[in-house]
T-cell receptor, first 118, second 114 residues
Framework: GAVVSQHPSWVICKSGTSVKIECRSLDFQATTMFWYRQFPKQSLMLMATSNEGSKATYEQGVEKDKFLINHASLTLSTLTVTSAHPEDSSFYIC??????????????FGEGSRLTVL | AQSVTQLDSQVPVFEEAPVELRCNYSSSVSVYLFWYVQYPNQGLQLLLKYLSGSTLVKGINGFEAEFNKSQTSFHLRKPSVHISDTAEYFCAVSENQAGTALIFGKGTTLSVSS
């Protein structure tokens, strides 16, 4: 149980285009999902907290107009990288907490999506 | 706000040797503590977690960690490592309340050689 799926796993796009990454909780409902970004050989940096039915909360320094987050349902959050540039190339990982398990603090992570912008 | 410091960026060990990956945290509130493992180009897998109770926590793959409140540490240990343990290990902390994200340390690369 508590499986989180991300799609696509890999995406290559041209500079200036937009890319959408989907994050789904397959067997539980998630009112809150978290989006992280990971540069090569570095840690996970929290980008934003995605809240079902309301606006996402972005961390300081994260451009909300560039990284659009939509949490349309209790099982789906999307991250759209708008007008992507090579510096947006990174590994993006989503995560969610299964509140049905109580407040354990544990997050379940998707497999990650590697974005390469040419 | 919380923060996590992983004291070693890289730890090379030989197969069947013991290993300790160090983690210190800071927080003004009660926290939950976690260790995750990441294999190349994959997401994160939970190794173990400390929520409350016994300070010695046992996880998967033979790993264990000990919560030390006075030293604000949560070091990860394994008595005998395998080649397959080669991976990136992340220590993480979250506030003891629902809806909060995990804050990660910078990670420790464990390299096990024969």
């Amino acid at each position: 149980g508590a499986v989180v799926s991300q799609h696509p796993s890999w995406v290559i796009c041209k500079s200036g285009t937009s890319v959408k990454i989907e994050c789904r909780s397959l067997d539980f409902q998630a009112t809150t999902m978290f989006w992280y970004r990971q540069f090569p050989k570095q840690s996970l940096m929290l980008m934003a907290t995605s809240n079902e039915g309301s606006k996402a909360t972005y961390e300081q320094g994260v451009e909300k107009d560039k990284f659009l987050i939509n949490h349309a349902s209790l099982t789906l959050s999307t991250l759209t990288v708008t007008s992507a540039h090579p510096e947006d190339s990174s590994f993006y990982i989503c995560s969610a907490r299964d509140i049905g398990r109580g407040n354990t603090g544990e997050l379940f992570f998707g497999e990650g999506s590697r974005l390469t912008v040419l | 706000a919380q923060s996590v410091t992983q004291l070693d960026s890289q730890v090379p060990v030989f197969e069947e040797a013991p290993v300790e990956l160090r983690c210190n945290y800071s927080s003004s509130v009660s926290v939950y503590l976690f260790w995750y493992v990441q294999y190349p180009n994959q997401g994160l897998q939970l190794l173990l977690k400390y929520l409350s109770g016994s300070t010695l926590v046992k996880g998967i793959n033979g790993f264990e960690a000990e919560f030390n409140k006075s030293q604000t540490s949560f070091h990860l240990r394994k008595p005998s490592v395998h080649i397959s343990d080669t991976a990136e290990y992340f220590c993480a902390v979250s506030e003891n309340q629902a809806g909060t994200a995990l804050i990660f340390g910078k990670g420790t690369t464990l390299s096990v050689s024969s």
